[in-house]
C-alpha cells in the first residue's frame, strides 16, 4: 500500500514480529496487587527498589533504568508527556486520584489473566476483588504455603494436629468457587533453596512444629522458617495437584542470594519427577540461565525472568534472550511479579512484549521462519504455557 509507512511494510522482520506478539494475549502467573494510592514521592520511590529504605541522601530511585523506564511507560497513561520529571508524575497521579490512576495503568497493560499472590502484605494492597475489578480482568490466586501453616498455627493447631490442620485448610484453599490455581513456597526467604530435599516423615513434622511453636510462644513471631516444616510444606504443595511455584533469584534483603540459585533445587525436583507436580522458578535472574538449563532438561520444570524484566530496563531483551537460549518455548511463562505500583504491572506488561519481540525477530530474518510461527511462539510465551500448565478454562 502506497500509505503504509516503511515502519509497517511486510519486509521489515521487527514489525512483523511486534505484530506477532502484540496479537498474543499476556497471562501474568506471578503477581501481586496494587496500593489504592500513593501520595508522597518517598511511598513512590520505595517501590522502585528491593532495598526497603530510601535512597541515599541528595539521591533518587529514578536515577536509574527502572525509574526512566516508568516514566516514559507511564507519564503518556496520565496524559504526560515523557519528559515529565518524577515531581510532576506525582502531582498528576494525585490529582487523577489513585483509583483512575490505577484503572488507567492497570488497564493499558491489557493483560489477561492475572494470577495474584496475596499473602505478602496483602493487608496494604486492595484486595484481590478489588484488584481485579480496578484491572477489569480476571484475577486468581495462588495459595502460599507458609502463610497456610501460620494461619493454622494462629487458629489453635498444636503440634500434635498441625500436620493435619493445614493439609485440611491446604485442599480448603484449592477448592470452591475461588480456588487458588496453583501454591508457592518463599524457602529462599525463610532458610534458603539448600535444604535437604527428601520429605520429612510424621514424627520428624511433629518434632519440628513443637520446637516451632515453643520458639514462637517465646518470641512472639510464628514466622515458619524451621526447615523441616518447610520441606513438609513444599512436599504437601508437590503433592496438592496443581503447580508450585518457587521463588528463586532476586528479592529484598531478607534472603541470601547465592542460597536462592534454583540449581539448589535439582536434588529435589529429581525426586518429585515422579509426581509431575510443574515446578514454577520465578524470577530466576540473575540465575536464569540455570532455570533455563532446569527447564529445558526436566519435564516438569518451567521458568519466567518477572521482576528482573523492570529492574533492567531496557535490557529486559538480553535476559529474556538468555533464558531462552536453553529453554524451549513450551517452558517460559509471563510473569511482571509487580508489587504495589500500577506502574510496575504495566511496564511489565509492555516491557515484556517489547523484548520478547527483539527476541523472537532473528526467527524471522535469520531463521526464515513464518509469521504465523512467531504468532504461535509468542502465544505460547505469553499466556498458552501458563493456561496449560494452571489448567485455566480458555478464553475467560
Ligand atoms: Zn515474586
Not at 522482520?13 to 514521592?41: G, K, Y
Not at 480482568?137 to 493435619?164: M, Y
Not at 531483551?317 to 511482571?336: G, Q, R
Request: proline share 5%.
Amino acid at each position: 500500500m502506497a500509505t503504509e509507512s516503511a515502519g509497517e511494510s511486510a519486509g521489515d522482520s521487527a514489525s512483523v514480529a511486534r505484530r506477532a506478539v502484540d496479537a498474543a494475549p499476556l497471562i501474568d502467573h506471578h503477581v501481586h496487587s496494587v496500593l489504592r494510592d500513593v501520595t508522597e514521592r518517598e511511598a513512590l520511590e520505595r517501590f522502585l527498589t528491593e532495598a526497603g529504605k530510601p535512597a541515599a541522601q541528595g539521591h533518587s530511585y529514578f536515577d536509574s533504568f527502572l525509574g526512566a523506564a516508568l516514566l516514559r511507560t507511564c507519564a503518556p497513561v496520565l496524559d504526560l508527556p515523557v519528559t515529565t520529571g518524577p515531581d510532576e508524575y506525582l502531582a498528576r497521579r494525585m490529582e487523577l486520584g489513585g483509583e483512575e490512576a490505577n484503572r488507567r495503568l492497570l488497564g493499558a497493560a491489557g493483560v489477561a489473566e492475572f494470577l495474584v499472590d496475596h499473602g505478602y502484605r496483602g493487608d496494604d494492597l486492595a484486595g484481590v476483588a478489588e484488584f481485579a475489578e480496578l484491572a477489569g480482568t480476571k484475577v486468581r490466586r495462588i495459595a502460599r504455603l507458609e502463610q497456610v501453616a501460620e494461619a493454622v498455627v494462629a487458629g489453635g493447631a498444636d503440634a500434635a494436629s498441625f500436620a493435619d490442620a493445614f493439609a485440611e485448610q491446604l485442599a480448603a484453599e484449592l477448592s470452591g468457587p475461588e480456588a487458588a490455581v496453583g501454591c508457592k513456597s518463599v524457602l529462599a526467604y525463610r532458610h534458603g533453596l539448600d535444604v535437604d530435599p527428601a520429605e520429612p516423615g510424621p514424627g520428624e513434622v511433629r518434632e519440628a512444629a513443637r520446637e516451632w511453636l515453643a520458639h514462637a510462644r517465646n518470641s512472639g513471631e510464628l514466622r515458619v522458617s524451621h526447615p523441616v516444616l518447610l520441606r513438609h510444606l513444599v512436599w504437601a504443595g508437590l503433592k496438592a495437584g496443581v503447580p508450585l511455584q518457587f521463588h528463586t533469584g532476586y528479592g529484598d534483603p531478607d534472603l541470601e542470594l547465592h542460597r536462592a540459585d534454583p540449581a539448589l533445587l535439582t536434588g529435589l525436583i529429581r525426586l518429585a519427577a515422579p509426581l509431575a507436580t510443574p515446578i514454577m522458578l520465578l524470577h530466576c535472574y540473575p540465575y536464569h540461565r540455570q532455570a533455563a538449563y532446569l527447564a529445558g532438561v526436566y519435564p516438569h520444570v518451567y521458568l519466567d525472568v518477572g521482576l528482573a524484566i523492570n529492574y533492567v530496563g531496557y535490557r529486559a531483551a538480553a535476559v529474556l534472550a538468555e533464558a531462552l537460549e536453553s529453554a524451549p518455548f513450551h517452558k517460559m511463562l509471563y510473569s511482571s511479579d509487580a508489587f504495589g505500583l500500577a506502574e510496575l504491572h504495566l511496564m511489565g506488561a509492555l516491557g515484556f512484549r517489547h523484548a520478547l519481540a527483539e527476541v523472537l525477530e532473528p526467527l524471522l530474518s535469520r531463521d526464515g521462519r513464518s509469521e504465523e510461527e512467531v504468532a504461535r511462539f509468542a502465544a505460547m510465551i505469553g499466556s498458552g504455557n501458563a493456561r496449560r500448565v494452571y489448567a485455566l478454562p480458555a478464553g475467560t
